[in-house]
């Protein structure tokens, strides 16, 4: 597929921001790893191309365009605002040794979206685009809601420690099922000798010291009890057309009662979006979607997939990070609630393009 037929698609993907009354804008393509280190954790580094520069320290080739837009908006942006943008992005796709048959790319073109407003019909105007945009490829929707998830996690009855490991796996399926696990299960002993042998290590004394006093804290701590852990459980499994999935979820409320209002929300959502022209029993919920996505998205997430290609990446996706856009604009004493998603023009171009 030659480049000038996916800019071509990115082109029109971007007309089409531009009439929804987004500003067009062209972040760094070379950033400050730091930052997205901070915001992403070591976790990024394994997929993102790092490098060291002699004068600006550790830089990494852009793996994604919400950071430098969101730091952008902080540092002179006006309420509200929507941006959006059209360009390469760089992630390593493919892991071992030996290169795959089929090589996803390392470099690809992205064109993004992003809305900042306090308007709580803001997720339902980034959804209802991105619909419309993407109508003519006959994808399916799916969505989610990562405050749904959270607020289920938050309402766990166990320490605020466990319920920190906890919220921070979240976004790591197989790690959080392992760690729910060992909270559910009785404590294993724990002796740590005393010593008289000097302390060593990366870590100060102090912090060693830390260490070992919540490890004997979290051995005294008792089991989480086992219909918790089925709450849970039941809870992420669901997938559901979504009406059927607010029902399920309205009844789950009588069993994790601070879900609540995330689901009247998911509800709202819904009714906005129908207003919008939106068939929402089209609308496939799952539960568990933010969990595979970007770790900053903090509430309703989206994803827009092409049947028949299980092998293929999201055509589009997005959703709300408000907590993430606070975090940036610490520095501005600024803090605005943000919600966007980004559209891959390759992958639009191979569907026969937006026609």
């Not at 060693?208 to 992420?236: G, H, K, N, S, Y």
Request: charged share 25%.
């Amino acid at each position: 597929m030659s480049k000038p037929a996916k800019q071509a698609i990115g082109q029109q993907i971007l007309a089409a921001f531009r009439a929804a009354g987004a500003i067009e804008v062209a972040p760094d393509i070379l950033l400050p790893a730091e930052t997205l280190l901070d915001l992403y954790g070591e976790d990024i580094r394994a997929r993102a191309y790092v490098t060291q520069d002699p004068i600006r320290g550790e830089v990494m080739l852009r793996p994604d365009f919400t950071v430098p837009v969101v730091q952008m908006h902080m540092a002179n942006g006006a309420e509200p605002a929507r941006y959006c943008y059209l360009g390469e992005i760089f992630r390593k796709q493919d892991h071992g040794e030996t290169q795959p048959e089929h090589p996803r790319d390392n470099e690809y073109l992205q064109a993004g979206f992003e809305l900042f407003a306090r308007d709580s019909g803001a997720d339902a105007e980034v959804f209802a685009l991105f619909h419309s945009i993407l109508a003519p490829l006959g994808l399916q929707a799916t969505m989610g809601d990562m405050d749904l998830v959270m607020d289920a996690v938050r309402a766990l009855p166990v320490s605020d420690a466990r319920r920190a490991a906890l919220l921070h796996h979240v976004w790591r399926p197989r790690r959080f099922a392992r760690l729910l696990a060992r909270f559910a299960a009785a404590p294993a002993p724990r002796n740590f000798a005393e010593t008289s042998a000097l302390w060593t290590g990366l870590r100060s004394p102090q912090e060693m010291q830390a260490r070992i006093d919540r490890l004997q804290a979290d051995a005294l701590e008792a089991p989480l009890a086992p219909e918790w852990v089925a709450r849970l459980e039941r809870l992420f499994a669901i997938q559901a057309p979504a009406p059927e999935a607010l029902r399920q979820l309205r009844a789950m409320t009588a069993e994790i009662p601070d879900i609540a209002e995330a689901v009247e929300r998911l509800d709202r959502n819904l009714a906005l979006l129908s207003d919008r022209g939106v068939d929402v029993g089209a609308i496939h919920f799952d539960a568990s979607h933010g969990r595979h996505t970007m770790e900053y998205y903090d509430g309703m997430t989206f994803s827009f997939t092409a049947p028949g290609r299980a092998d293929w990446p999201p055509v589009a996706s997005g959703g709300r990070y408000d907590a993430l856009a606070a975090v940036l604009g610490q520095a501005q004493g600024r803090a605005i609630p943000a919600v966007g998603g980004i559209i891959r023009p390759g992958l639009v171009h191979e569907l026969g393009g937006l026609r």
